[in-house]
């Protein structure tokens, strides 16, 4: 193309998709799902209500979420051969394992080729009972445990925590993780579900469609973060005194390093999810009797607030609110993507709706047209 037509560096604030499902005001923190403000949804859905808020473009009745919760949990029990396929595979990080086990998962799925609204509606709930499963089980596994038979009788989130650590969760652990998976479900077209639309436009299939979401997500200026923040506090250490954590955000600022589960592409104030987490994540260490991480968290956001003005994003509290939850933080990222699935899905859903290739293009940086061509014993 020529060259008097620049791209915005990360395409920032280019509306590349018209969408129904996710309202985002970055200015004044805004983030609604058709409409329902997050605050309102994190107090009072679950994540399966908002999973049918996703997909249907509404909320569902007491009987159309039960038949929701139905379809999910017939969902969650996996395909022997992936469990044994996860066995077999070399130690490799979570996120690798989700996603190659999320091609997997499609050779056993009987919709897998048929791309009909209902057959990809039907593979929407599927992949969203299956990816959580996929994680718990992994997590099981690392821990050295054997997988764990979901139980129908359980929610999303409290079934999840269950096939992890074989144990049924308490109702406040199970409450923390729901508000995590409503808040991670969707957000506009963050660059994971950019990658799913761009791969459903080309009508592809859906597991193909989230496959590309999951290793986009992966990456640490996305869903990578949440990780990236524990270790980052576990590297400081639980005893760290607050001076070292002074002197290690400071040098890491004026050596322009990021501090991950800061800033935001969109959000130019506090991003409303983080709000939720960080009182999540009070509520969970006095609850077990240490608030260390907690305010460490704290003492690090007054920090760098006060120095770059830049705000927590969901992925800096999500990681002491999961480390006191007891999850391992090779599972942080794995768990961004059990709820985003259902975002991701949605997306693909619509676009498969009304859909038209994406296909943009560059601004031309390369050598001048044209150039000889010479054979190859002539250069
Ligand atoms: C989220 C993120 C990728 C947004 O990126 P972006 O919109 O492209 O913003 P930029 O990376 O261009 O950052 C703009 C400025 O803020 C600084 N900045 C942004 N995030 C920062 C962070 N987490 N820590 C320190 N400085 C940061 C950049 O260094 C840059 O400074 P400069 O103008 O002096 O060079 C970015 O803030 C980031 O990398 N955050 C850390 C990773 C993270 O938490 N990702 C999860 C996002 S939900």
């Known amino acids: 193309m020529s060259s008097d037509v620049k791209p915005k560096a990360g395409l920032e604030d280019v509306v590349a998709a018209s969408s129904a499902i996710c309202y985002l005001d970055g200015a004044r923190g805004v983030l609604a799902y058709c409409g329902y403000d997050i605050h309102d949804l994190a107090q009072g859905a679950s994540f399966e209500e908002v999973c ?16 929701l919760q139905s379809q999910l949990a017939a969902a969650r029990p996996l395909p022997e051969p992936v469990i044994r396929l996860m066995k077999g595979l070399p130690p490799s990080d979570g996120m690798d394992i989700l996603r190659t086990l999320t091609s997997a998962l499609a ?21 969203t009972g299956q990816l959580a499963s996929l994680v718990a089980t992994y997590g099981r596994l690392q821990a050295g445990g054997g997988p764990i038979q979901p139980d129908p009788a359980l929610g999303h989130a409290a079934n999840f ?17 729901d508000i995590a998976l409503v808040l991670h479900a969707d957000h506009e077209l963050n660059a994971s579900t950019f990658a799913a639309r761009v791969a459903a436009a080309t009508l592809t299939d859906l597991h193909s469609a989230v496959v590309g979401a999951i290793g986009t997500l992966k990456g640490p ?5 949440n990780a990236d923040v524990m270790r980052l506090l576990i590297e400081l250490g639980e005893d760290a005194p607050p001076d070292r954590i002074d002197d290690a955000i400071r040098s890491r600022l004026a050596k322009k390093v990021k501090i991950p589960g ?6 130019r104030t506090e991003d409303p999810r983080a709000t939720h987490l960080r009182r999540m994540s009070r509520e969970l260490g006095e609850r077990a009797g240490n608030t260390r991480w907690y305010e460490m968290s704290q003492r690090i956001e007054r920090l760098v607030t006060g120095e770059k003005k830049l705000y927590p994003n969901v992925d800096f509290y999500s990681a002491s609110t999961y480390y006191t939850l007891g999850i391992p933080v090779d599972l942080y990222t794995p768990i961004f993507a059990v709820s985003r699935v259902s975002g991701w899905t ?17 601004d031309y940086l390369g050598p001048q047209y044209p150039q000889t061509f010479l054979p190859l014993d002539q250069r």
């Open 221 to 225: 200026l996305h869903g990578g973060a």
């Open 161 to 177: 925590l269950y096939m992890l650590t074989g144990t049924r969760p308490n109702a406040l652990s199970t409450r923390a993780l």
């Open 262 to 267: 800061f800033g935001h592409r969109v959000y």
């Open 107 to 127: 050779h056993y799925d009987t919709d897998a080729a048929d791309n009909s609204p209902q057959a990809n509606y039907r593979k929407a709930v599927r992949l």
């Open 346 to 362: 949605a997306h693909c859903l619509e676009q498969y709706e009304n859909n038209r290739l994406i296909r943009p293009r560059t």
């Open 52 to 67: 049918y808020l996703l997909w249907h473009r509404r909320l569902p009745s007491r009987a159309e979420l039960g038949d």
